[in-house]
């Protein structure tokens, strides 16, 4: 008989909490997993997932509108948002389900309230309940920044977007990164006013600039306004029921039906035990792991979001399943954070892998080639439709290592996943030009850039 009640209490049913319960209950480990709110974390309940719905849902506009071009007659086309919110939400449900279904499955115990800690090896559940387990992994996610200035109540995040009454007729988004760009493509689409106002004069920060100068180009065509070099002052509510920002660059106040703030996401890691238990935090108050995600308590560990290494699901999902076969499965490994291909959902996608131009100059000065391919797609070209794409390949060396693989244009997120596998497994562009374009295809631009 054990000392503890569980192997492993796992707090936080999100993706890398999830992968962790269950694969370590597959390696034998008696299991038990937390969730305070939702089976399925961020990604599931109000982020990945029912974003990319809304992105499908997006895509629409743009079809219909185009559709008489391929012979097609829309007699009357209207979007309507409630419907197209609660078939999503019924979708997440389901999904939800079958997380819980998942877990169940593999003989995990479920307790659906907040857990904290109160030691190294023990649990306060709230209703009141005490547990003992041999090891704890948190994996407790993120949430969104607030807006950190006068008025901030009044601004919604990415946690009540989904659930909006009605469809906007105006929106200032908060922000320049993923959840601003991408949610300034699905209200645009939908016929919202989108202003995207950040603080800084760079959107999407980490991406290739030249890729995201597109992206900003291509979405001001469409009408979608860019207020940059933006800090946030304050938020005032009115009594119509419209918010006016005020931001500290010198210009007039602007008024929107709603204000979201998109500025990023913090570890949720605040009054949970964890200075109690003797876990150490850094400044922005996630936990600091090693490679082996273990804190400075031997018995908790962490990951996913809360560590605030990199803030993606399929990062989390890895760093939960190395975690249950370090511990439990007898195969002590670490994970891999080169070369993470990522996307950004917004109109059009981008989709990234490796080095930026930039990133590679700094590096490598001039050893670095760098191949565009400047198109614009085919469908495009039948529908009227001005908008491009870009591809940029950049490569290291006399053998040209492919370093960096940068796209905008529709679905660049499928054609970049198969990619990098290239890029990833260190090919020269030589492979790349001996593959045969799929012609006619915007992905063959990859095999064929000069
Ligand atoms: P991001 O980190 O992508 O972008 C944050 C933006 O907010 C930046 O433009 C930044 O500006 C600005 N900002 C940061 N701090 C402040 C501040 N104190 N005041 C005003 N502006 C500020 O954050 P998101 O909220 O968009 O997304 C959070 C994370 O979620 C992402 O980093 C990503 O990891 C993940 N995510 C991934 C998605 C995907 O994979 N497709 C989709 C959505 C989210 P500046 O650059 O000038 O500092």
Redesign the pocket.
């Known amino acids: 008989m054990s000392e503890y009640d569980y192997d492993l209490f796992v707090i936080g049913g999100g993706s890398g909490g999830v992968r962790a319960a269950r694969i370590s209950a597959s390696h034998g480990a008696k299991v038990a997993i937390a969730e305070e709110y939702r089976m399925g974390g961020t990604c599931v309940i109000r982020?990945?997932v029912p974003?990319k719905m809304l992105v499908y849902g997006a895509h629409f506009a743009e079809d219909l509108h185009e559709a008489s071009r391929f012979g097609w007659d829309i007699e009357k086309a209207t979007f309507d948002w409630p419907r197209l919110r609660d078939i999503i939400q019924e979708d997440v449900n389901r999904l939800e389900g079958l997380y819980g279904g998942t877990l169940g499955n593999a003989g995990v115990e479920t307790y659906k309230e907040r857990a904290e800690l109160t030691g190294p090896n023990a649990i306060k559940l709230a209703s009141g309940k005490t547990i003992t387990a041999k090891y704890i992994l948190v994996a407790t996610g993120?949430w969104?920044?607030q807006a950190?200035c006068e008025g901030e109540e009044h601004a919604l995040t990415?946690n009540e977007i989904f659930h909006l009454e009605e469809k906007p007729k105006s929106i200032i988004i908060?922000?320049?990164?993923?959840?601003?760009n991408?949610f300034a493509g699905i209200f645009h689409a939908f016929g919202s006013d989108v202003t995207v106002a950040?603080?800084?004069e760079?959107?999407?920060?980490p991406y290739d600039q030249e890729i995201v100068g597109k992206l900003k180009e291509m979405g001001e065509t469409k009408g979608i306004k860019f207020r940059l070099s933006a800090?946030?002052q304050k938020i005032v509510k009115n009594t119509d029921g419209t918010v006016t920002v005020h931001f500290n660059d010198g210009g007039e106040p602007q008024t929107a039906d709603v204000v979201m703030v998109?500025?990023?996401?913090v570890p949720k890691s605040n009054d949970m035990g964890l200075e109690e238990a003797g876990v150490a935090l850094d400044k922005s108050g996630a936990i600091i792991v090693g490679d082996d995600n273990k804190s400075n308590v031997d018995s908790i560990y962490a990951v996913g979001d809360v560590t605030n290494r990199?803030?993606?699901?399929p990062v989390a999902i890895r760093e939960g399943h190395a975690f249950a076969d370090s511990v439990f499965g007898g195969n002590p490994r670490t994970i891999s954070y080169a070369n993470i291909p990522?996307?950004?959902?917004s109109s059009p996608p981008i989709a990234s892998v490796g080095m930026t131009e930039e990133e590679a100059r700094a590096q490598f000065g001039d050893d670095i080639n760098v191949y565009k391919s400047d198109f614009r797609p085919m469908k495009n070209v039948l529908s009227g439709r001005q908008e491009r794409g870009l591809y940029k390949m950049i490569t290291q060396g006399s053998d040209e290592i492919v370093v960096g693989l940068h796209l905008i244009g529709p679905e660049s997120s499928e054609i970049l996943q198969g990619a990098a596998i290239a890029i990833v497994g260190k090919m020269p562009k030589s492979v790349f030009d001996d593959v045969v374009a799929i012609h006619p295809s915007m992905a063959e631009e990859i095999v064929l850039f000069k």
């Open positions: 982020g990945c974003k993120g969104p920044a950190g990415s908060v922000g320049g990164g993923y959840i601003a991408e950040n603080r800084s760079k959107i999407l920060r800090p946030l998109a500025t990023g996401r990199v803030q993606l699901t990522s996307a950004v959902f």
